[in-house]
C-alpha cells in the first residue's frame, strides 16, 4: 500500500510510522531481514518506497538461492556412483575385481 493511501487514512500518519509498522506486520521468516534493516538504516529517513525495493531485492535473492540449492540437490541425486566388488579369500570362483554400478 503507498503511502499516499495511508495518508488518506489518517492525516498525522508519518513516514517513520509507516515504515515501522510495515516492517511490524511482516511474515516471521523475514525477521532477519527486518532487524537488518533497523541496524543498518536510519528509519527516520528511511522511505516506504525505498524499504519495498529492498525487500523485493532480498526476495529475489532467496528465490536464487532455493533454485540453486534445489538444482545441486536434483545434480547430486542422479551421480552414479561406481564401486569395485573386491573378492574374499573364501569367494574363489568370481574374478579379482569388477566394476559395477549402483543407482540410489
Known amino acids: 500500500m503507498k ?12 513516514s517513520k510510522n509507516c515504515v ?3 516492517l511490524r506486520t511482516l511474515h516471521p521468516k523475514w525477521r532477519a531481514k527486518v532487524t537488518a534493516i533497523e541496524e543498518s538504516n536510519n528509519l527516520t529517513t ?5 524499504l519495498i525495493g529492498n525487500l523485493k531485492v532480498y526476495e529475489e535473492v532467496i528465490k536464487k538461492d532455493s ?3 534445489k538444482s545441486k540437490r536434483e ?3 542422479s ?3 561406481k564401486a569395485r566388488k ?3 579369500d573364501d569367494d ?3 574374478s579379482d575385481s569388477e566394476d559395477e554400478e549402483y543407482r540410489p
Not at 3 to 14: I, T
Open 3 to 14: 503511502l499516499k493511501c495511508l495518508k488518506a487514512l489518517d492525516e498525522g500518519f508519518s
Open 20 to 22: 515501522r509498522k510495515f
Open 46 to 50: 528511511l522511505s516506504l518506497d525505498e
Open 67 to 69: 533454485e540453486t540449492v
Open 75 to 77: 545434480q547430486s541425486r
Open 79 to 81: 551421480i552414479a556412483l
Open 86 to 88: 573386491e573378492s574374499s
Open 92 to 94: 574363489s570362483s568370481t
